[in-house]
């Protein structure tokens, strides 16, 4: 007998069955064009978990993914669309490059870390600082804000990498030099146990985040406070709430941990800055990300470690399968589609939801009417 | 003045209208669609279908109709981005999606599956140049018009001049009939509009269809004027600015287009700047940001508070 509810498991079923529908929209894509779909995921699975090196490579990618998406939830939860973690995470990537660069080699290890990061994540915080600033003393459509923002620091990164940094530190034109040992994120110990893969620090300082982040919104007075004000604003500041305050704080430590993703991006996973020519992917992603994840801890862990088995499962569907990398972000951009209309499947669950009772009840009346 | 000085300037005046013309029409749909109250910020994923959509399009037709190729490409361009919106429509409209989240979904898709598309159809990452460009006209007439005719008419582009004519025509549209009247309404107070027998999600509909024709457009002008090809690169940011300009024309298409215009001038100045004197000397940087910055500026300086139309975002749910 059916017992337990489906509306009350919404947050969790809402996200599977997005994910579920995304994969089969992938697969009625893959029918269309004349792959086979059976093979074209057997190939992206095992691209992801060919080897030791591959599965050090997932952990490389959800890092950054990790960050970008808990600065996503943060802005969220006090009700703000923070667009602008690409260009947030830009700011962290070349600030703690560049920093890296000159300090990589000369200052001992844990100190040239704890520099880097905090360059980063200063860079992104105050990228972050300036919409939340103009939202919360001007009203300014953050939306609109980040938007530009990210456009500029593109601009700016380029320019900056072309013309700034000194020419020491520049490889090749566009691409900075590789940062030292002591200011990378990188550790013998992590690339040994994976079989040479990019495995770094990253992903660790992602799971301690995960962490923080859920004790900051849930544990403390500064995490209920962006909460009710994201819920209502009005009220916060009738209970009296420095909402502007929240605003900008909300906001920095947004852009601190979009940051933060662009340092693990940049000295863990690459080591240096290359020019872009749009914007960053690990924005965009993790904005998905913590869509799916429903902005919870444990769900951005989950669906970044399954965004990571997509994005590098999908790079070896060419070969394998003859299917166009780009399907996966085509599955990837559907699934949050499908989060987004997740009123749909909240009526359809509530339906299946009310024939079931009906039909207790009916055969419930029927006893009873036999009964009597 | 000499006439290498006129050429210059004439030149720096086409230029502008060819960067400007694919803003111009993308502007125009946000308009429609942000007065009925629904925000597309998938306008830029709109656009990338469109310039897809319209060079496959080209490269396929470029013999059977001629010269003719691009002007029907743009139909095929506005109607593939029309299809696109009527996602965002659907989700926004019935299914009760946040605004900006399903926009995002469209600038994360449409990239994806035109270059998804472009693999399955040529084999490689990007199409080949398209032949049949829009080129440059003659202004019959008009060119012959001395000191004016040489600079404004003489080497320019035809669908700037399309695209000033809709600016005008949507205008008319928004301020002056019965459908704009309606479509504003539904914009403001959906309820009130309800009330008085609107059709409140017949209108939304007709906005985000509108945004989505003329986004559309707008992708197919920018591939068949200045990319000529389709490549994962071709849009970058052109539906933003657009979104920028319909904001800095405060939602009236004119001014919309007056945005447009000024956006496509520092695109441009930013593309030329190295050939031209003074302007060479400003760093680039200054100039390709100068279009956002300005952009945020504006709005803190003059709106604050004030934002477009006042159901904006707003699903509107009719209560039985």
Redesign the interface.
Known sequence: MFRFKFSKMNGILVPILSVVMGFILGAI?MMI?GYNPILGYKAMLDTAFQSPKSIGEIFVTAGPLIFTALGFSVASAAGF?N?GLPGQALAGWIASVWVGLAIGESVPKPIALTIVIVVGVLAGALAAAIPGI?RAY????E???T???N??LL??S??LVN?VIPEQFISTKGTTKMVGANASLRTEFLSSISGGSRLNLGIFFALICLVLVWFLMKKTTLGYEITSVGLNPLASKYAGMNSNRIIVLSMVISGALAGMGGVVYGLGTFGNFFIQ??SLSIG?DG??VS?LGGGTSIGILLSALLFSILKLGGQGMPLRAGV?T?????I???I??F???S??IKFILKKIEDKNKEKKVTQVSKVEGGKS | MGADTMSTIASIITQTLVYSTPLVFTALGGTFSERGGVVNVGLEGIMVMGAFSSVVFNLTFASTFGVWTPWLALLVGGFVGMLLSVLHAVATINLRADHIISGTVINMLAPALAIFLVKVLYGKGQTDQVVETFGYWKVPGLSKIPFIGPLLFEKTSAPAFVAILFAIIAWFVIYKTRFGLRLRSVGENPQAADTLGINVYGMKYAGVLISGFLGGIGGAVFAQTISGRFAITTISGQGFISMAAMIFGKWNPLGAMGAALFFGFAQNLSIVGDSLPIISSIPKVYLESAPYALTIIVLVLFFGRSKGPKAIGKTYIKSK
């Open positions: 894509i064009f669309f667009i103009l001007n009203e300014t459509s939306v609109i804000v938007i530009m923002m456009y500029i601009y700016v380029t320019h013309n020519s749009s965009f904005m998905a869509l166009p780009e399907l996966v972000d085509v990837i951009a559907s949050i589609f989060v987004g209309i009123y749909l």
